[in-house]
């Protein structure tokens, strides 16, 4: 069984900082893609960051400059460093992962989620 644990949400002020990690554990033979995805209140899920296998990353506009996402091959685990941060990124932030299992058929995951509330 394959899961994606997400931590470091919680509640932050406007222009401060926080760390996102999300550990990958399980029956795994490799990971490829992997990536972070938020989703405010009424609003669809929106990619966040994605980072590939060779460390190629890719941003959504209204976070580049101020997030970071890295990764760690031999850990399984990927993390993303939100720095300035506004009010406008309040929402749930969701770790994902394009993963091949020892037994059983690549698939993507998603972890189950950590809230980012951003308010004075």
């Known amino acids: 069984q394959v899961q994606l644990v997400e931590s470091g949400g919680g509640l932050v002020r406007p222009g401060g900082s926080l760390r996102l990690s999300c550990a990958a554990t399980?029956?795994?033979?490799?990971?490829?893609?992997m990536g972070w995805y938020r989703q405010a209140p009424g609003k669809q899920r929106e990619l966040v960051a994605t980072?590939?296998?060779?460390?190629?990353?890719n941003y959504a506009d209204s976070v580049k400059g101020r997030f970071t996402i890295s990764r760690n091959i031999a850990e399984n685990t990927v993390d993303l460093q939100m720095n300035s941060l506004k009010p406008e990124d309040t929402a749930v932030y969701y770790c994902?992962?394009?993963?091949?299992?020892?037994?059983?058929?690549?698939?993507?995951?998603w972890g189950q989620g950590t809230q980012v509330p951003v308010s004075s």
């Open positions: 980072i590939t296998s060779g460390g190629s990353t």
């Open positions: 399980g029956s795994i033979f490799t990971i490829y893609d």
């Open positions: 994902n992962a394009d993963i091949v299992r020892l037994s059983g058929p690549q698939e993507w995951f």
